[in-house]
Every structure is written in C-alpha cells, then in structure tokens.
C-alpha cells in the first residue's frame, strides 16, 4: 500500500517554478530540451544542445510607494494610467486618507506573473512546447519539468492520496486533471508518465 501525503501550497504551479529560480523544460526549434528560468529579473530560455537564447520581452509595471506626508501610514499602489508612465512625478491620492501628494514614479519589470499559464502545451512566453508532453485518449497529459514529473508519478501511483494535515487551502495536486487522478485511467496514466521519464 503507497501512501502519499500531498504538498502544501501551490509548488508546481508555473510562476511559483519559476521564482522558486527552477526551470521549465520545454523543446527547442532544434528538437533537444531548452529550459526556461529567471535569471536575475530577465526570463530567459536556453538551450542545451544548439546553445540558441532568447530573452522575453517583459512589461513594465509602474508603481508608486511611500509613506504619506498627511496620515504617515504607508502605501504601495499600481498605476494604472498608461499617461502617468513616462512621468517622474505624479499626484497621487493616498489610498487610506485621500491626501493628493507628489509621488516618485518607479519602473520595474516582474519577471512572471500570477496568471501565466500553460496553453495548448506551449509556455505562455515563448510559445515553445513543452518537453514532457502526450495526450491521454485525446487530453494533454504534461509536466513542467522533471521534478514536477516525478511528483504526478508519486501522486497518481499512490493507493491512498492524503492532504496534509496542516493544509488550509490549495494542495500540490489542486492543478493536476481530473482525468488524470480518475481510478480508471490510472495505469494508462502511470504508464505514459514513465515514457515520458525514460525519454531522454
Ligand atoms: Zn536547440
Ligand atoms: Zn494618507
């Protein structure tokens, strides 16, 4: 009897991958497996075998942060005004007093975002398929990288899938399919996930 107690949070989602600083494994133009990773605040891909790079092509977020000169108590908001963008300088209303004040405009790039996700088997930045990746009678089956392979094979073979008990929301296998966790296309699945581990 296999018994498996699931991970809290969300470990194997795709933003929380990447800023843990793991990678994604997807598949190059040139066939070999190219990974996908943070490297300082650029999301870069790389490939191991041609040694071809591409960086994304971020957007900037502008923000403006600080205590407020009337009420002191602090404030970090996102603008949302595209005209303000190239401004220093804004006045800004502090969200918990309504004091209009001059704010400094910061710029930074986020270098992965809560809602990116894995469409039709492609990352959602380069649009390159990801390397493990098989459908199941006509539905995608896929990981993200090896580790997160080596999790669903855990989690699917086990007899007994248990939540840890110290888990107040979402569990490691809230993103897993539902075909995938179903007692009947167990072995089918089981079986695809090991090809996928024994391929190069
Ligand atoms: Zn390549
Ligand atoms: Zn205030």
Redesign the pocket.
Known sequence: MKRFVDYSGEPYALWAILRSGASITVR???G?A?SIRCDHDELVFI?S??M?KKVYEQQAIYRVSGNCNYCDRWFNEQLHDKRQYTQKIVNYPCPHCGTVQAMHVKKRFDCVYYNSAIREGRDPYFGLELYFLSSYRGKPVWALNREHLSYLLTYISADQRQRPTYAYTRTASYRIPRYMKEAKNREGIIKLLTRMQNQA
Request: proline share 0%.
């Open positions: 190059c133009e040139c070999a190219g490939c075998k041609c071809q």
